[in-house]
């Protein structure tokens, strides 16, 4: 059975750091590419980053360019999202979620954690 | 970057009825890169269709997608009650994704 388990998720104040971690199992972690995915308090989903299933290339939404970084440590089974310069419009609940090869890409989830809360606030 | 916009934003349906979803794009989707979400609340998001059209594992036959470019529509045969929830779309492109700001379907 495929488990995401996130964590690391708090309350920061503005300007703080954060990483998130994200425990996979049931699946070969290493063969699959995986992203993070948020939502704002009664908002919509929102793509963040993410990795392919070597690490060597990430991607970021326009939004979180140069204050987040994913990462994955494969001899673990775990994604990371390095969170800095925290602001308000950050608190959201944090998903990782598998991607699944189609037609040549990785084009959706097809299985997501619970999530993991971060709130930005003084 | 790819925008989708849903609609309507809120659907109000009773159980037994047929609910028909918007998704449009604001440049050319391809069709395998084109899927479906259902969200209920405190849940993590369920994938329904992937590939504009292809139901994912366990999904009911009741869930149809179907489109291509950049309209593309998720369609529920006949309402259960579990099936009120938020839909959301979601593409693919150049390793990049969006989503839809989402569908509300609720209880008339």
């Known amino acids: 059975e495929v488990q995401l388990l996130e964590s690391g998720g708090g309350l920061v104040q503005p300007g703080g750091s954060l990483r998130l971690s994200c425990a996979a199992s049931?699946?070969?972690?290493?063969?699959?590419?995986m992203s993070w995915v948020r939502q704002a308090p009664g908002k919509g989903l929102e793509w963040v980053s993410a990795i392919s299933s070597s690490g060597g290339s990430t991607y970021y939404a326009e939004s979180v360019k140069g204050r987040f970084t994913i990462s994955r440590d494969n001899s673990k089974n775990t994604l990371y999202l390095q969170i800095n310069g925290l602001r308000v419009e950050d608190t959201a609940v944090y998903y990782c979620a598998k991607a699944e090869y189609y037609s040549g890409g990785w084009p959706y989830f097809d299985y997501w954690g619970q999530g993991s809360l971060v709130t930005v606030s003084s | 970057e790819i925008v989708l916009t849903q609609s309507p934003g809120t659907l109000s349906l009773s159980p037994g009825e047929r609910a028909t979803l918007s998704c449009r794009a604001s440049?050319?989707?391809?069709?395998?890169?084109l899927a479906w979400y259902q969200q209920k609340p405190g849940q993590a998001p369920r994938l329904l269709i992937y590939?504009?059209?292809s139901r994912a594992t366990g999904i009911p036959d009741r869930f149809s997608g179907s489109g291509s470019g950049t309209d593309f529509t998720l369609t529920i045969s006949r309402l259960e009650p579990e099936d009120f929830a938020v839909y959301y779309c979601q593409q693919y492109d150049n390793s990049r994704r969006t989503f839809g700001q989402g569908t509300k379907v609720e209880i008339k």
């Open positions: 440049q050319s989707v391809s069709s395998s890169y």
């Open positions: 049931g699946f070969t972690f290493s063969s699959y590419a």
């Open positions: 590939g504009a059209s």
